[in-house]
């Protein structure tokens, strides 16, 4: 009984590790060497990547794509 509760209980925080929420601000590129936190970088990296990894499989792209990939490299 008490290793099922361990199991859920490490369960639980494996999913709501991969949780994060959007970015508190938008940071410009040149802003994101000021954030002091690994945790604000992530979001702003998924709020601004994370929608052009879903695109991937597309066999092309327009104009606007490709100039928000250079963008979120940056």
């Not at 994370?50 to 963008?71: N, Y």
């Amino acid at each position: 009984m008490r290793s099922a509760i361990s199991c859920l209980a490490f369960l639980l925080l494996c999913t709501q590790g991969g949780c994060l929420h959007p970015p508190k601000q938008n940071y410009s590129p040149d802003q994101i060497p000021q954030i002091d936190k690994l945790e604000e970088v992530m979001r702003v990296q998924a709020a601004t990547m994370d929608p052009l990894f879903k695109k991937r499989g597309q066999p092309s792209f327009t104009q606007d794509e490709f100039a928000a990939m250079v963008a979120g490299a940056q």
